[in-house]
């Protein structure tokens, strides 16, 4: 019997419509049955600030690091926005890196899409940077960045076979990687 493994996924746009929350559900319907995918919304989590910290962890900061801390790894999804990653998917890793060390040497995926042909590898690009940096433990291959994914979309559904089995083998391989590093 395979074992599960819980993973955090964090979606970098706030847009209701965000090609990048399409991402993150096809990925946790492709991705193996033994992978339970939560998506976190991040859409109430303040803006990091000192002040708030000192003054007492604002509960949505309180409940984002409790449901870090309750998953074995976590997904990473940005859209690119000037040539680097969102300042939802900092915002999110500036509270995660406060009070403990609960990324270092947690396992982690990256992945983006967006409508212009490289498929938002530059953010990717740098978010990995900013996740080896925390000493997060970087699935190294295979990355998935889907050029003009608005085209491959419909009704909120990625509709093409090629991406998805793609965003599976993506899936699979980062699976096997959480299992190697708990072993």
Known sequence: MSKTVKVLAIVGSLRKDSL???????????????????????????????????????????????????????????????GSYSGVIKNAIDWASRGSSRLAKRPVVTMGGSPGSLGGTKAQEHLRSVCLHRGMYLLPSPTVAVPHFNKKIEDGHLIDEKTKEFIGVQMAAFYDWILRLQS
Do not use: S
């Open 20 to 82: 990048n929350r399409v991402l993150v559900e096809t990925a946790a319907e492709v991705a193996p049955a033994e992978m339970d995918i939560l998506i976190y919304p991040l859409n109430d989590l303040p803006m990091y600030d000192w002040d708030l910290e000192q003054e007492g962890m604002p509960q949505e900061v309180v409940e984002f690091h409790q449901a870090i801390d309750a998953t074995d790894a976590m997904i990473l999804a940005t859209p690119e926005y000037n």
